[in-house]
C-alpha cells in the first residue's frame, strides 16, 4: 500500500490539520515507510507463538479482602467542599 500526496492532503483535511506540501511529502514519506514495516510483520508465522501480557513473566501475589479501617464517614467527608452529613456536595459542572 503507497500513500500518495493526495491521499495524505485528504487525511489532513479529514483530521482539520493544515499542513504544506513539504510537510505533506514528509508525512508520506514516514506513513509509507510506515506501511511497508506493517506489511513486512504481517508476512511473519506465528501460529506458534502465544501472546504476551507483559514481558516479565510473573504472577501477582494474591491476599485477603480485609477491612483495615471501619467507621471513617466522619474523616471522609471532612473533605467534602460543603458541609453535609450524608454524602459529597460538589459544585454543578453541566448546565
Do not use: C, Q, W, Y
Not at 500513500?3 to 506513513?31: E, W
Not at 506458534?48 to 464517614?73: F, Y
Request: net charge positive; no cysteine; hydrophobic share 35%.
Amino acid at each position: 500500500m503507497t500513500i500518495d500526496l493526495k491521499t495524505v492532503k485528504h487525511i489532513s483535511k479529514l483530521s482539520r490539520i493544515s499542513i504544506d506540501d513539504n510537510k505533506a511529502k514528509k508525512l508520506g514519506k514516514d506513513l509509507n515507510s510506515i506501511f511497508s514495516f506493517i506489511e513486512k510483520l504481517n508476512e511473519l508465522d506465528t501460529k506458534n507463538t502465544e501472546p504476551l501480557t507483559s514481558i516479565a513473566e510473573t504472577t501477582l501475589k494474591l491476599r485477603k479482602d480485609e477491612i483495615k479501617s471501619e467507621n471513617i464517614r466522619e474523616d471522609i467527608l471532612k473533605n467534602s467542599p460543603d458541609k453535609n452529613k450524608d454524602f459529597f456536595v460538589v459544585p454543578k459542572v453541566v448546565e
